[in-house]
């Protein structure tokens, strides 16, 4: 394990088994420099345990990034429990884990990812308070979707306002791939304020809703990517802009929600020297992370997560700016400032 590259010099990495229940988790922590470490959990069902520790470790240094980038008073960290979300959950299972996070004391939150829902998290909830997006409770703060497509529709935005000089919409061309949580949410704001948009999803119904209510033009889902537009924004899955993809390209912008957009970082180097800026993924999506910050602060307050929402937006500012200046992609830019914000706390 330590010889990963992933293991980035996490703190501490946690194996939790509970025979009762056949719970199998990993926790893992890469940073509490900046605060408690904060990350969702996800369950999946893992081909071996090697894949799911290479999973928990990617994921819980990205939640360090993206932590650090989004100016919250929290570290990385992130769990991954091995099984089937159709058919393996009970209550108890996630009573167990529930147990499992209340022996870290505080060192690592939870909330929901991939294969989770709120309604999971009630039941390790009640095991321990160190969980965060509910739907019930003082500072329950829901869905964090609305807020993450706001700082996508922001970052989009600031985008355009670098490669054309106004932030103008008015006009402007977008295609996006994914049309669910914050898909929808960005495609309503884009087309409000006047784009012309191009929309791609395998869930058809939804689809063909959202071009009712927006006007939107669908277009197939192996072709969104490559529609000769401003910009493409990317809100469904990771590692599509690959060795394959890149060069079939045909905007200037790629700026979308979505996690892992770049199958490795020097796909970063390879949509810079093409000359298309793109928003780092892990700054632009952190609305939902804030949104739950809020909640884990105990006390959830709006305008608090407006003003983080602002600081995220000249954050991505920075990362264009500096990567502008120094001819460096704008991915290695956001690492660098991550850790430097990681390393400086730490003091
Ligand atoms: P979601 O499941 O609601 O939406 C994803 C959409 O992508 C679905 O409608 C799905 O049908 C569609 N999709 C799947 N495969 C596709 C394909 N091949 N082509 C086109 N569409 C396809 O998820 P979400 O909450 O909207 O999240 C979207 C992305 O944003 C994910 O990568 C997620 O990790 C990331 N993200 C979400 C949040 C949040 O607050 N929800 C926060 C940060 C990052």
């Given amino acids: 394990m330590f010889d990963l590259p992933s293991f980035d010099a996490h703190e501490g990495v946690h194996a939790f088994h509970d025979e009762a229940t056949g719970l199998r988790a990993i926790i893992a922590i890469h940073s509490t420099a900046l ?7 996800r369950m999946w069902d893992y081909a ?3 894949l799911m520790m290479r ?3 990617r994921l819980s240094q990205g939640m360090s990034f ?14 991954v429990i091995w099984g089937n979300s159709k ?10 884990f529930g147990r499992a996070i209340e022996s870290l004391q505080g060192k690592y939150w939870t909330a929901e990812d991939v294969g989770l829902s709120p309604k999971d998290l009630a039941y390790s909830r009640e095991e321990t308070r160190y969980v965060a997006g509910l739907d019930e409770g003082q500072a329950a703060s829901g869905d964090p979707s609305p807020v993450t497509a706001e700082g996508v529709y922001r970052g989009i935005r600031a985008a355009v306002n670098v490669v054309f000089g106004s932030d103008d919409l008015d006009g402007r061309t977008v295609a996006v791939q994914g049309v669910g949580h914050v898909g929808a949410d960005v495609v309503r704001k884009l087309c409000a304020a006047g784009a012309e948009v191009m929309i791609a999803d395998i869930a058809e119904q939804e689809l063909r809703a959202l071009s009712d209510e927006t006007g939107a033009k669908i277009v197939p889902t192996d072709e969104i990517l490559f529609q000769n537009v401003d910009v493409v924004s990317p809100n469904a899955l990771g590692g599509i802009i690959n060795e394959v993809s890149i060069g079939k390209l045909n905007c200037q912008i790629v700026a979308g929600g979505a996690n892992n957009q770049l199958y490795a970082p020097d796909m970063g180097d390879a ?3 093409r000359g298309i800026l793109y928003a780092p993924d ?3 999506n952190g609305g939902g992370i804030i949104n739950v910050a809020a909640e884990i602060s105990g006390n959830y307050d709006r305008s608090w997560v407006d003003a983080k929402l602002d600081r995220l937006g000249e954050t991505l500012k920075e990362v264009f700016d500096r990567s502008k200046q120094s001819d460096i992609a704008t991915n290695r830019i956001a690492d660098d400032m991550a850790r430097s914000r990681i390393a400086a706390a730490k003091g």
């Fill in 55 to 57: 999973d928990a470790l």
């Fill in 271 to 273: 949509l810079h020297q």
């Fill in 87 to 96: 058919t393996d959950k009970t209550p108890d299972l996630f009573r167990a």
């Fill in 66 to 79: 993206k932590n650090a980038m989004a100016d919250l008073p929290l570290g990385g960290g992130k769990a």
């Fill in 48 to 50: 071996d345990s090697q």
């Fill in 35 to 41: 605060g408690p470490a904060a990350g969702g959990c």
């Fill in 282 to 284: 892990y700054v632009i």
